[in-house]
């Protein structure tokens, strides 16, 4: 009790506006971080729920194709085995010429000169020489 007296004797009140300051900063920091805290607890809720509607979306579309692909069924792509579809030689498209018309020709020749091949070569050419140019 003598202690408790002695303590309200020796008390200043620049002691208090010391006692003030400090807590006031002690508030203001308890509540910088509480912001801090708030803020970030939000932001990773909100990412969490982002992420978690990416996965949902995913998913949907994963089952919406496995939906789709379970409506196929094997003989949609493989042919069935029958003997007349096995072959076991090439089967041409079209019967070997040796000699062409002049109208054949026309139709299925493709002039190198149309095509650039001419260019490029010259080109090709021009980089190999400078490249060989260097060469000590």
């Given at each position: 009790?003598?202690?408790?007296r002695?303590?309200i004797?020796?008390?200043?009140?620049?002691?208090?506006?010391?006692?003030?300051?400090?807590?006031?900063?002690?508030?203001?920091?308890?509540?910088?971080?509480?912001?801090?805290?708030?803020?970030?607890?939000?932001?990773?809720?909100?990412?969490?729920?982002?992420?978690?509607?990416?996965?949902q979306?995913?998913?949907?579309?994963?089952?919406?194709?496995?939906?789709?692909?379970?409506?196929?069924?094997?003989?949609?792509?493989?042919?069935?085995?029958?003997?007349?579809?096995?072959?076991?030689q090439?089967?041409?498209?079209?019967?070997?010429?040796?000699?062409?018309?002049?109208?054949?020709?026309?139709?299925?020749?493709?002039?190198?000169?149309?095509?650039?091949?001419?260019?490029?070569?010259?080109?090709?050419?021009?980089l190999?020489?400078?490249?060989?140019?260097?060469?000590?």
């Open positions: 009790m003598a202690n408790i002695e303590k004797r020796s008390f200043h009140p620049g002691d208090f506006i010391n006692m003030k300051a400090f807590l006031l900063v002690m508030v203001s920091f308890l509540m910088l971080t509480l912001l801090i805290s708030v803020s970030i607890i939000f932001f990773s809720m909100r990412n969490r729920k982002i992420a978690e509607d990416t996965i979306q995913q998913n949907s579309f994963v089952h919406s194709l496995d939906r789709s692909l379970d409506d196929l069924t094997a003989g949609d792509f493989i042919f069935p085995e029958q003997e007349n579809l096995k072959q076991t090439p089967h041409l498209q079209r019967e070997p010429q040796r000699n062409w018309s002049s109208e054949e020709i026309e139709r299925y020749w493709v002039d190198p000169a149309d095509t650039g091949i001419g260019e490029i070569s010259e080109h090709n050419h021009s190999v020489e400078e490249m060989l140019g260097r060469v000590p």
